[in-house]
């Protein structure tokens, strides 16, 4: 079946530190692999994601690849900020988009 | 781990006709569940959040009397789309939080309305 695991939280790191949030997944066929990032009070928004291997998703500094080869989507940022603090969710969905499949999140505080 | 449950889905239904989305903790409590809506291509849009045994509190834009929320219990929340139409088809997710603040999603339910 499909599936999304990913580390477990809190992750606390200094201001313009390198963040990567491992994520890996489970899935027959070919899903797509999507970044979701949840501010404080607020909905899920869309960061990042990429529909085939190899294909390299990127947003607002945040990036991460799609490696068939190592069933992974790997969040990373060079340089965090203040404003990067919000708890960050890996997801798949299979190639009819008809369900979804979202890890546990992780929380990220990044500290001035 | 923690799972969470939608039922149905994937539903086609007319327009005019109700639907009820069903949304479970399989083997936890939730106090709170949030209901989300994706249109196509787009993000998740947070539509409501709902406590159990009192009223959801609904996000701006979102109608309250056409989207019926009940969360009746600690592992049941359901969403209901009134007098459906064809621009409510998109995809209902739901989450359910536990008492270690952990947010676990369901798979979604695919709603089309004809």
């Known amino acids: 079946g499909n599936s999304v695991t990913q580390m477990e939280g809190p992750v606390t790191l200094s201001e313009e530190a390198f963040l990567t949030i491992n994520c890996t997944y489970t899935?027959?066929?070919?899903?797509?692999l999507f970044w979701y990032v949840q501010y404080p009070g607020e909905g899920l928004q869309l960061l990042l994601k990429?529909?085939?291997?190899?294909d390299k998703g990127s947003n607002k500094g945040f990036e991460a690849t799609y490696r068939k080869e190592t069933t992974s989507f790997h969040l990373e940022k060079g340089s965090v900020q203040v404003s990067d603090s919000a708890v960050y969710f890996c997801?798949?969905?299979?190639?009819?988009?008809?369900?979804?499949?979202f890890g546990t999140g992780t929380s990220l505080t990044v500290i001035p | 781990g923690a799972v969470v449950s939608q039922h149905p889905s994937w539903v086609i239904c007319k327009s005019g006709t109700s639907v009820k989305i069903e949304c479970r903790s399989l083997?936890?409590?939730?106090?709170?569940m949030f209901w989300y809506r994706q249109f196509p291509k787009q993000s998740l849009m947070l539509m409501a959040t709902?406590?159990?045994?009192?009223?959801?509190?609904?996000e701006q834009g979102v109608e309250k009397d056409k989207f019926l929320i009940n969360h009746a219990s600690l592992t049941l929340s359901t969403l209901t789309v009134t007098s459906a139409h064809p621009e409510d088809s998109s995809f209902y997710i739901c989450?359910?939080?536990?008492?270690?603040?952990?947010?676990?999603f369901g798979p979604g339910t695919r709603l089309t309305v004809t």
């Open positions: 989450s359910a939080r536990d008492g270690r603040d952990k947010q676990y």
């Open positions: 899935a027959t066929g070919y899903p797509s």
């Open positions: 990429a529909t085939k291997a190899d």
């Open positions: 997801a798949l969905s299979d190639r009819t988009g008809n369900q979804f499949y």
């Open positions: 083997d936890f409590q939730a106090t709170t």
């Open positions: 709902s406590n159990e045994g009192s009223k959801a509190t609904y």
